[in-house]
């Protein structure tokens, strides 16, 4: 059973529940929370995707304990009545943890894809930061995407078996869209598709709960002073569905002639305006992966990130949500073409396309895979979760 509830899990999960699709030996159930609705269908039907289960939680102003309560409910009553024998989560949403907690309510093994991703502070991002923690204590199959993330497991005890480093999905959803999207242009509001014409452009995402209030008034705030200072550069900014969000960007940001906000885009057109960008401005966690697969500069509003390779890599910098900052390292990546080429190879930390056949081959392994006696075996997963639960599961607890 693999669970999604929003937008960015529907996207990376997409290309392993294809994957899964294509092998005769699994049976695949979709379930979805519907934890951001409007959002969560969007990415779905990007991909041809329809959910077997729909728990539809969402609530008008939902509050994260109401998000968390009803989905540990219903989701623990779906693995009831369905008993998978693992159960697939991806990355550090609250679906992503109550998924994990629900199956383990239910003695029921848990894979995560994307697993180890950390920062230093549990509130930042918040409150993805602890529900990946959290998560972690849950899972029995970790789908690291990269070598960083496998040795941040590693130092909180996740036995190196139960680790596999894989890349991450997000790169293959990508690749297979950008082929799309190239080989045909994918249907564009009126607006943006009057509007690129190939000058200097800028792709702005941006929804982190940390930066709500005066953070989302001073990145606005940078925004508008770079669009002042750079009069031949257009700002995009597919606006997030978050009150908190729409009210300062529509105050300080609408109307302004260089500064286009449209609706949340669906994801050929978000990956057709990224592959023709100039500079990428994001808060997104999964853009910090696809913008340097597409060889941009990457400017990240947080003060830290759980994705320290495209740091390292120079495809990507931290401004947190400092008006200067923003405003200054924008106007310089748009002014001079020799900084934005340092930043331009096109390098790619975090995967090669395949992460999805390596995540369904492991799981082949793990839980139908080669082992001794299997072939007297009635029930082999059966064995595998018994045996999970007997040794008090994989981080060595009791």
């Not at 693992?86 to 848990?110: H, I």
């Not at 991703?117 to 959290?134: D, G, Q, S």
């Not at 906000?261 to 978000?270: D, I, M, N, R, T």
Request: negative net charge; glycine residues 8%.
């Amino acid at each position: 059973m693999t669970i999604m509830g929003t937008r960015p899990e529907a996207i990376k999960l997409a290309p392993v529940v294809m994957e899964l699709g294509r092998r005769p030996d699994f049976h695949l159930r979709l379930c979805a929370t519907g934890q951001h609705r409007e959002l969560l269908d969007q990415a779905l039907a990007s991909f041809d995707l329809t959910p077997d289960i729909d728990l539809r939680i969402m609530s008008p102003g939902q509050s994260l304990a109401t998000v968390t309560a009803r989905a540990v409910e219903g989701l623990f009553a779906v693995i009831a009545r369905e008993r998978p024998d693992v159960v697939l989560v991806q990355g550090d949403t609250t679906t992503t943890f109550c998924g994990a907690l629900a199956a383990f309510y239910n003695r029921v093994a848990v894979a995560q894809v994307e697993a180890g991703l950390r920062t230093p502070f549990k509130y930042a991002p918040f409150p993805e930061e602890i529900n990946r923690r959290l998560t972690t204590r849950l899972v029995d199959y970790h789908f690291a995407p990269t070598e960083g993330a496998r040795e941040a497991l590693l130092a909180e005890g996740v036995p190196n078996a139960c680790i596999h480093v894989t890349g991450n999905t997000v790169i293959d959803a990508l690749l297979m869209t950008r082929d799309r999207v190239r080989e045909r242009r994918p249907s564009l509001p009126d607006r943006v598709a009057e509007r690129v014409n190939g000058q200097l452009l800028v792709l702005v995402t941006g929804h982190r709960r940390e930066s709500f209030g005066e953070g989302f008034r001073n990145i606005c705030l940078g925004i508008r002073d770079a669009a002042e200072a750079v009069p031949d550069a257009l700002f995009i900014y597919p606006v997030h569905l978050n009150p908190q969000v729409q009210a300062p960007v529509g105050e300080l940001l609408g109307g302004h002639p260089r500064v286009l906000l449209v609706e949340s885009l669906a994801y050929e057109p978000f990956v057709w305006l990224m592959d023709r960008c100039t500079v990428v401005l994001t808060d997104s966690g999964g853009v910090q992966e696809e913008a340097p697969s597409l060889g941009k500069p990457v400017l990240v509003m947080r003060d830290t990130t759980e994705r320290p390779e495209g740091i390292a890599a120079g495809n990507a910098r931290l401004v947190g949500t400092s008006r200067r900052r923003i405003a200054s390292e924008l106007i310089t990546l748009l002014r001079d073409p020799n900084e934005r080429a340092r930043m331009t190879s096109v390098h790619n930390p975090y995967g090669d396309g395949r992460a999805s056949e390596r995540i369904v081959d492991s799981l082949h392994l793990m839980l139908v895979g080669d082992r001794p006696g299997r072939e007297e075996e009635a029930d082999p997963i059966a064995a595998v979760s018994s045996s999970f639960l007997q040794r008090g599961g994989t981080n060595g607890g009791g």
